[in-house]
């Protein structure tokens, strides 16, 4: 009985303190107070033009910010920060695993990092010691405010120049002569140029991309999505040439015969050594701005272990560097590589490669994954698509037996605890919540068991006390 007066003697304490510190109501305004009061609509017309533009843009600021982010949707997923654009992902590129997605396959203005796309195939199908002849189709490109380095009609550079001038001061004249060389070595036409560009985000799996030049200028027709251009990030992982020009931080055309001399830097901030928007994880991307599109931004990070791709759309303010960097470290932070050898039990997959592997948050095994078996034609592959809800966590290429009848996809379902006869894992949330649920029960049995032997005690102390008043 004594533990129990004092329980009631602190729940007494905290009503009584609760109900002296609920703050008082809110008082009628007096004649005077409301006479001095000013109407909303005055004081509203009070504000300046520049007061209200600053109003409006800080609400849609915030609205953007508020836009949902898909992947936080998905259950025990790592929750990744707001951003203040309408669209970013991160993909990490080892493995093709999404894992962050805001509105990642809706229509974006690209603006320049369409160059990275061109750079692909000038990896692809140039040759880096080629002459780029800057034509009179290649200026008409540059309108007002569009980046050039003043290159001139029949000015000649060697496309590792070229490559430098589009990917580190977004020249619009260098990007549109590059397309035309890289063609006219195909001997094909500029044309030819601007269907592969679109028939390479096909085949690296875009969704939602059509691409009608190769810098980025401005036009209804030339929009990309996040997803379809972190595949292409993705694919530039195969061209150490592209990283190391994308940190030079300085670099120059010599004067020749044709070109007078160009000096340029490096306009990727987070690349940037001694910027305060330096990233030491950044090893390459590219910036991209115009009226229509706002910023855009394609970055590329490793840390040793992932090798990441963030690309952020129509970003508004200074924000762009600060949400890719957040995007970044919200990856490396938060996703740690899953063996897919060690771990599939699927007996009808042969030679899967050893160094194969899905990207996970803490919580989520591989036993949840469900997997998409798409097969190959002409071979006896398949590619292997391993997602959690519907969210690619990565790709593998093998050997794949009795799956296929009539369909070239197959869809297979991660089994149930039931089905692989244990549970969901170690790292699992709901052996998480089912402890935590034991773990409360068991708290409570003992409050109870507790209480029940304190209420005995105090009976038999009561007990013993009238025994010794009768003797």
Known sequence: MRYCRYILAVILAIMVFSVFTQPAAAAEPTETAASDAKPAADAEEEKTEEEKKKEAYEKELQAVYQLPVQSNELEDWAQGPGTYGDAAIVMEAGSGAVLYAKNIDAKEYPASITKVLTALLAYEYGDMNSNVVITKEALSCLGSGYASIGMKEGNSIYMRQAMHAMLLASSNEVAYAVGETVAAGQGQSYDWFISQMNEKVKELGGVNS??????????????????????????????????????????????????????????????????????????????????????????MAEDGNLRLVCVVFKTYGGHVYSDTRALLEYGFQNFQKVSVLENEADKRMKNIPKDAYVCLPEGITFEMLDKEIEKIDGSSEAKITYLYQDMPVGTVTAEVEDVFASNQTVRVAAKTSEESGKNSGSGSSQWMRTFAATLAACIVLVIVMMTVLSVRRERKRLEARRKRRKN
């Open 210 to 299: 059509h691409f009608i030049n190769t810098n980025g200028v401005h036009d209804e027709n030339h929009y990309t999505c996040a997803r379809d251009m972190a595949l292409i990030g993705k694919e530039l992982f195969a061209y150490p040439e592209f990283f190391e020009t994308c940190r030079t931080q300085q670099y120059k055309i010599d004067g020749s015969a044709t070109t007078e001399e160009h000096v340029f830097q490096q306009k990727h901030e987070m690349l940037i050594a001694n910027n305060s928007e330096y990233y030491e994880k950044a090893v390459g991307g590219k910036t991209g701005y115009t009226t229509e599109a706002q910023n855009t931004l394609i970055t």
